[in-house]
C-alpha cells in the first residue's frame, strides 16, 4: 500500500465482516435447506455492498490521485465512487453512457453523483461502448479529465483490484455455507467471491443481463486478479427477467412476498433477480436437503433504482447495463 494511501479503514469505518442473517424462508425450509443472507448492503451506507470491496482496493492504490470512471445513468458504481471522493476528499469524474442526457434535468442518481462533487461527462453511446479501446480511452481522457495523472476504473468498478478485495467475502463465509449466491452485473464479485471461498464450497451467479458473456468475463477477470480460473463457480442465464432493470409482474410479485415475510426493503435489479433465482433452484432440487445457502444482499433500494419511475432509460435495449460489448 502507497504511503499517501488514504487509511479508508479510518476514513470510512466499514462494517466488516458483514453481518450473517439467518431467515427462515418456506421454499427453503420446506425442504431441508437453511438460508442465510450475508448482509453487504450493511458495510456501509454510502459504499454498500460489494460496491465497497471493489472500490476499497481501487481507492488505496489510487493513492488520493483523482477517480475516473464509467456507468450508465443509474449505474450504483458511479454513486459509490462519488460518495467515495467526497467522503475521502479526492476529485472524481463520471463518465455516462449517453450524450442525449447532456441536456436534460439529471436523474435522482446523477443528482447524488452531481451533490457528492463528481464531474459528469457525457459520452455518445458508440464512444462509450468502446471506451476500453486505449485510443478511444486517452480521447475520453483527453477531453474530459482535467486532472493530468488519474486512476481509472473500469465500469462497473471491475477489475483485478476490485475481485481480489471480493475474495474477502469469499472468505467471511468460511465455515458458513456450501453455497453462495450472488447476482452478476461485470461479474467482479463473483469472480472474488468464487477464489475467496474455501475448497467444497460453491458459488452460484446470477447474470442480471440477456447475453450469456458473463462466464468469459468471470473467467478474463479471475485471470487477471489471480492468474487463472480458481474456485468452484457457475453460472445460471435462466434469471435476467429480459435484461438490465427490466422487471415482470412475476419477479415484483415475488419480490414483495420476500419483502413482507422477512422485514427487509430488496434491491430489485440485481438482489430480487438473485433470490427468485434461488429460490426456483430450491424448488427444482438443486440444493440437498443439509445443505446451508448464503444469499449476499450486494445492496439496497434506492429510489433511482427502481423501474418505472420517471426518466427511465430508453425501453429498448438493456439501459444502464454493463455492456458485454465493449469488449
Ligand atoms: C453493482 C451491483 C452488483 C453487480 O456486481 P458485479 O461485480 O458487477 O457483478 C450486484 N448487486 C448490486 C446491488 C450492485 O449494486
Known sequence: MPPEAPDLEAALRPRLPSPVQPVEDEPFTSRGIRLLLKRDDLIHPDLPGNKWRKLAPNLRAAAGRPLLTFGGAYSNHLRATAAAGRLLGCRTTGVVRGDELAGRPLNPSLARCAADGMRLVFVDRATYRRKDDPEVLARILAESAQDGDVQVIPEGGSNALAARGCADLGRELDGTADVAAVACGTA??????????????????????????????????????????????????????????????????FAEGFEARHGLALERIYVAKMLFGLTALAAEGAFAPGTTVAAVITGRPEPADRPGTSDRPEPAGQPDAPSSSSR
Do not use: C, I, K, N
Not at 208 to 232: C, I, N, S, W, Y
Open 188 to 253: 467482479g464479485t463473483l469472480a472474488g467471491l468464487a477464489a475467496g471461498l474455501p475448497p467444497g464450497a460453491r458459488a452460484l451467479g446470477f447474470p442480471v443481463l440477456r447475453g450469456g458473456f458473463l462466464a468469459a468475463e468471470t473467467e478474463r477477470l479471475q485471470l487477471a486478479a489471480f492468474g487463472g480460473r480458481t474456485g468452484d463457480w457457475s453460472l445460471d442465464e435462466r434469471f435476467h427477467f429480459g435484461g438490465y432493470a427490466r422487471t415482470t409482474p412475476e419477479l415484483t410479485r
